[in-house]
């Protein structure tokens, strides 16, 4: 039987063909309607699948034409998916498809971000409730296929670096428990800690990943051009373009989500701390290129405006400094249950700092819904 992944299914049409468990239980007989994303997406994130050749065959030849589902719930929604993905990789023995499953995600994460990437950022920097690990992974994909893009990078070799982003830390899984540990590491857990990275490759290489610029970003992303990096301290010269990327991207969307241990920095802070390693831990169009992507203020991030209102950042401007925002508090510090939209090329409406968003918990679901309407 074939694994299904939702492009195989049309929302609100009967299905054409039945559906089952990875175990062949009938799930779903031909004619029902699935008439919910979330559904859909729970469902396949499960384990879906039809006879071989149905979907293929009933699949239409042209999209049917509806109410897609916004690009900030898309990239939320693909965490769950990427959990299981993550249990096959993780098993004993992985599923014939599991490099093509991890293929087909990464390009839908691709053709997320074509449709909307403003939707697509704020994501990354609103998202606080999916676990870390599975969520860091889809971010750092969302980075990969922005940043990507604009470096030029051909499909041949952005797609399988975004395959190395959606699976770069899988050999940390079984560390997961120490995040909560009081005590430093011990010598032993640093040095699996150190070893994190080959571990990915041999996973990935029992699901029968070849390709190497996945393989080679995986097992260098923790590489720093100076020399300073892990596990081989390898050179500038040495790193393939795809590692350096990868890294900048790890250590951007790491730093700006809180951990047991540290508090997230808002993004401007992300960014400053990351250009004070330009030319010494980041190449300099790696660092650029970020900067130019997502700007001072990225859509998600928090500010404070001339006028005292705190807003969110809606979408990127044509200045880095000057993005489109939406004020969620008013200047007394009371919420607004209806943003409203500012001009921060004024005057009274300049950004003027960033604004924790733990600060700003009480509007969380006012501000999700700018991109979810």
């Not at 990275?197 to 996973?203: A, E, G, I, K, N």
């Not at 809606?314 to 939406?326: D, N, S």
Request: aromatic share 4%; hydrophobic share 45%; glycine share 6%.
């Amino acid at each position: 039987m074939k694994r299904l992944v939702p492009a195989d299914v049309r929302l609100g049409m009967p299905l054409p063909f039945s559906v089952f468990d990875k175990d062949g239980r009938l799930l779903l007989r031909k004619g029902v309607v699935i008439s919910y994303q979330h559904q859909l997406e729970r469902l396949v994130a499960n384990g879906l699948f039809a006879a071989e050749g149905a979907a293929a065959s009933t699949a239409p030849a042209h999209p049917v034409v509806g109410q897609p589902q916004p690009v900030f719930d898309e990239i939320g929604s693909l965490t769950l998916r990427l959990k299981t993905l993550f249990t096959d990789l993780l098993g004993a023995a992985p599923s014939d498809d599991t490099r093509e499953r991890v293929i087909a995600m990464a390009r839908e994460i691709h053709a997320a971000c074509a449709r909307d990437a403003e939707g697509a950022i704020a994501a990354i920097h609103l998202d606080f409730h999916n676990p870390y690990l599975l969520s860091h992974h889809v971010h750092a994909a969302v980075l990969c296929a922005l940043l990507g893009e604009r470096l030029g990078m051909a499909d041949a070799e952005l797609t399988p670096l975004m395959c190395a982003a959606l699976t770069f830390d899988i050999g940390l899984v079984d560390m997961l428990h120490l995040e909560k540990q009081p005590d430093a590491l011990s010598e032993e857990q640093n040095e699996t800690m150190r070893r994190h990275p080959q571990t990915s490759v041999t996973r990935l290489k029992r699901a029968g990943v070849d390709n190497e610029i996945w393989l080679a970003a995986v097992s260098s992303h923790h590489e720093r051009i100076n020399g300073s990096g892990y596990p081989h301290g390898l050179h500038r010269d040495e790193l393939p373009p795809g590692a350096r990327l990868l890294g900048l991207v790890d250590i951007y969307t790491a730093m700006i989500k809180g951990r047991s241990y540290r508090a997230a920095k808002v993004p401007l802070k992300a960014i400053a701390e990351i250009m004070q390693g330009k030319e010494t831990q980041f190449d300099a169009s790696s660092c650029d290129t970020l900067v130019k992507e997502l700007g001072m203020y990225p859509p998600g991030a928090l500010v404070r405006l001339a006028n005292g209102e705190v807003a969110v950042v809606k979408e990127r401007g044509a200045k880095i400094h000057e993005p489109q925002v939406h004020s969620v508090y008013d200047k007394a510090g009371m919420p607004l249950m209806s943003p409203r939209q500012r001009d921060s090329r004024l005057e009274e409406f300049a950004v003027k700092a960033p604004v924790a968003h733990s600060e700003c918990r009480a509007v969380a679901l006012i501000i999700r819904r700018l991109w979810t309407k």
